[in-house]
């Protein structure tokens, strides 16, 4: 179906065109530049009307009326194929120009910047483009592909939107950020500086979902059966384009098949809820409480230093929830206390996959009486 072609170390899905780079640059800069100096000069206006559009700043409305809809171009003038962009080799979507003067999709170049500050058929370096963050989409382009050439627009559209559908589901192939331990209401902050993870967060804010799956890495299956959704909350991008992620805990979900998608791992997967309890209420309230005043006990008695990490990290210890079957995951001090308590990883997890919240209290129960019983704890 697809070919694949590897520019700046990206790959692009791209159509069935020969990808001769020298050819590419031909088409994508030179010669589009060339048609459209031919393109705007064949509306018929009058010198002063000429003059008036040269006075001042033209607006998109005035690009709009300068090629109007009825307007067509003889093809040995203008083709579709001029309006290509070089990375992806289809009609420009979004289109944004840097400042060495060339242009590409802003998917498309955003994707290159997350390698390399440099623009990918020129190689000048576009540290500040990347620093500004701006991508202003280039009007007089824009408008000309979709009043000329409205139709390959049209399809172009449809696979833009068809592709960010793809990306927004949240079931399947879902991003998986492979790194820590992550769980519903714990605050989780990424440092994302690798390429493949950028990508992935913008995807997750530009479709909207503002969601990722997290897991742990798995030597054999290469991430965990088990992991918990990673709700977006604030992105503060850094000059070179890392950024500090803001996220905090939503569902937990099971693994249900693994696959790959432009670098970074994806996934099928399940959501986990807790079997509500109907018989022996009691019970579980009294055993929940009993762990609810262990743990109090437990953190009070930190040392302070770990105490004040701990808050800093990870906020204050829950409030008693005056529910504890609520929500599909059960009071969030349990969540809590899995996230700070020092156990391994394989132990945490195996606690994220249970859906019983009684078992839940149980393991916490052994962990805290166990690490009671260490003097000096
Ligand atoms: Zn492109
Ligand atoms: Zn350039």
């Known amino acids: ?39 705007s000069s064949a509306p018929q206006l009058g010198d002063q009307d000429k003059g008036g559009l040269l006075k001042r700043k033209l607006s998109v409305s005035d690009i709009e009326s300068y090629f109007p809809h009825h307007l067509s171009v003889p093809k040995d003038l203008l083709d579709a194929n001029d309006l290509e962009c070089s990375l992806c080799m289809r009609l420009f979507y979004e289109p944004v120009t840097t400042p060495c003067g060339h242009t590409f999709c802003k998917n498309c170049l955003e994707r290159c910047l997350d390698h390399t500050p440099q623009c990918p058929l020129c190689k000048e ?7 500004g963050r701006k991508y202003v989409v280039t009007t007089v382009l ?15 559209t449809k696979t833009h939107l068809e592709e960010n559908r793809e990306l927004s589901d949240l079931t399947k192939n879902v991003p998986i950020f492979v790194c820590t331990m992550a769980y519903p209401t714990v605050p989780c902050p990424l440092h994302v500086f ?22 742990i890495s798995d030597p054999q299956k290469g991430f965990a059966d088990y992991g918990c959704m990673l709700i977006v909350r604030s992105v503060h991008f850094l000059p070179d384009g890392r950024s500090v992620v803001d996220t905090i805990g939503g569902k937990r979900f099971r693994v249900l098949s693994r696959g790959m998608k432009d670098g970074y791992n ?16 009691e019970k579980l309230q009294e055993l929940h409480d009993a762990v609810y005043e262990q743990a109090q006990v437990w953190f009070q008695n930190l040392k302070i230093r770990f105490h004040n990490q701990i808050l800093q990290h990870f906020g204050p210890m829950p409030e008693r929830e005056p529910d504890i079957q609520a929500t599909p995951n059960g009071p969030a001090c349990c969540w809590w206390l899995l996230a700070v308590l020092p156990i391994d990883p394989r132990y945490q997890l195996s606690v994220l996959s249970m859906t019983s919240l009684k078992d839940r209290l149980v393991k916490i129960q052994h962990i805290l009486t166990y690490l009671q019983s260490i003097p000096n704890n």
């Open 194 to 215: 690798e390429p493949r993870y950028r990508l992935m967060i913008r995807r997750c804010m530009d479709t909207g979902t503002r969601q990722f799956g997290m897991c």
């Open 266 to 281: 994806t996934a099928d997967i399940q959501h986990l809820e807790d079997t509500k309890v109907r018989a022996k209420l």
């Open 125 to 131: 370096s576009l540290r500040e483009y990347l620093a």
């Open 1 to 39: 179906m697809h070919q694949e072609q590897a520019l700046a170390g990206v790959t692009f899905p791209q159509n069935d065109k020969p990808s001769d780079p020298q050819s590419l640059r031909m088409h994508g800069s030179h010669c589009s530049e060339e048609g459209l100096k031919r393109v």
């Open 142 to 156: 824009d408008v000309l592909i979709k009043q000329l050439f409205s139709q390959e627009y049209e399809e172009r």
